[in-house]
């Protein structure tokens, strides 16, 4: 099957100017995605989850293939992020084929725990994952908020991964950008924790950043109980 | 339709601009989603679930039936919540008051769970929050769950 990126080129209106337009990283995210496809239709994932949907890209980009019906929540902490991301489904008449989709403006996932709690299928994240100051994520306006990561980059991405280890369903995929900084091997050892298992699925550097698109789903629960009482 | 593409090769630029001059003539809050909502996270709320739903636009719109969807979305729904959600937005629409032993097997129940679940759309209305009463806009189908610093718990 041929894969096509979604249409975003309504991210140049005035509107959507505090909007991540679709870089590098989101389309290192799209050809991971592809990479991994025939592991995530096997999967038939029927209730999907992009936290910090931006432009909406990357989950227009699985709606429009998934070959089955899939319901995608795109949350975003920017309204503008969110009204982009209907757009971009709205424009990219593939999306509606097969999937249903909602919105949401919300942080992270408080207003989804416990309800959705082992729910989820497939979460996809591209987080904001660069390193800046703590203060620099705090005072930083929303546009700021789609890429500033705070200390080591890893401030946002640690607090949804709390939360996204409780969404996940038992036979649930996590995928996630990272950067080289924000140290993949304590990321592995930290969800590890949560008896999660994490696999590199693509990497790439990309002028003078050095992504990796990871991959979390549930260890078996004989390692889990393992590794429980190995902590 | 393609007959008319083929013969104004550039009609397809008039839907594009209708669908960006008002993106949000058509967006909609399927109870689906709002099942998996809650207020939780407020501090002080027990619960917080599930969000009474105080619907003022709802629009039923049809989407194709998929028994295995369904089935696969069974175990992940609080069918009460839905129930209650359905309830409030005025289309419970023949859906039981209880989940049926055979939900799984029953094609007749399922249609009806993939009515409540994916065909009831909030368009304009609130969320609010069963223990503090604090109300959540929905507004061009978009829930608003963003919640200040000082009122998480």
């Known amino acids: ?231 | 339709m393609l007959v008319l593409f083929r013969r104004f090769p550039t009609l397809h630029l008039l839907f594009l601009q209708t669908t960006s001059a008002c993106p949000y003539t058509s967006r909609t809050m399927k109870l689906l989603t709002h099942n998996m909502l809650t207020s939780k996270a407020i501090k002080g709320v027990q619960e917080g679930y599930p969000l009474r739903v105080k619907a003022e636009t709802v629009e039923i719109r049809e989407s194709e039936f998929n028994k295995d969807f369904l089935v696969r979305l069974l175990p992940k729904i609080h069918y009460d919540a839905l129930y209650a959600a359905a309830k409030d937005a005025g289309h419970l629409d023949e859906l039981p008051g209880t989940l049926p032993e055979d939900a799984a097997s029953s094609e007749e129940f399922l249609k009806k769970l993939h009515h409540a679940l994916l065909e009831v759309e909030v368009i304009t209305g609130e969320l609010i929050c069963p223990e503090s009463g604090r109300s959540f806009p929905v507004q061009n189908g978009i829930p608003n769950m963003l919640l200040k610093p000082e009122e998480i718990g």
């Open chain 1, 1 to 231: 099957m041929s894969f096509s990126t979604p249409n975003t080129s309504h991210l140049s209106q005035p509107r959507f100017s505090s909007v991540y337009e679709p870089a590098e990283d989101s389309f290192l995210f799209l050809d991971a995605l592809e990479k991994d496809w025939s592991t995530i239709t096997a999967l038939r994932p029927a209730l999907c989850l992009e936290m910090g949907c931006g432009s909406g890209i990357i989950s227009a980009f699985v709606a429009s293939n998934l070959a089955a019906p899939c319901h995608m929540l795109c949350a975003d902490l920017n309204p503008s992020a969110v009204s982009a991301t209907a757009v971009t489904f709205s424009t990219n008449p593939a999306t509606s084929i097969h999937c249903s989709w909602d919105l949401m403006t919300g942080n992270l996932a408080s207003t989804l725990l416990p309800a959705a709690a082992g729910a989820v299928h497939l979460i996809l994240f591209n987080p904001p994952y660069v390193v800046t100051s703590s203060v620099e994520l705090d005072e930083g306006d929303l546009s700021s908020k789609a890429w500033a990561g705070g200390h080591r980059g890893r401030e946002v991405t640690d607090r949804f991964f709390v939360q996204a280890q409780e969404l996940l369903a038992p036979d649930g995929l996590l995928y996630c950008v990272l950067l080289q900084e924000n140290n993949l091997e304590e990321v592995r050892a930290m969800m590890g924790n949560y008896g999660l298992s994490m696999d590199l699925i693509m990497s790439r550097r990309c002028r003078n950043e050095h992504l990796h698109v990871v991959c979390f789903r549930r260890k078996t629960i004989r390692l889990f109980t393992h590794n429980n009482l190995v902590d």
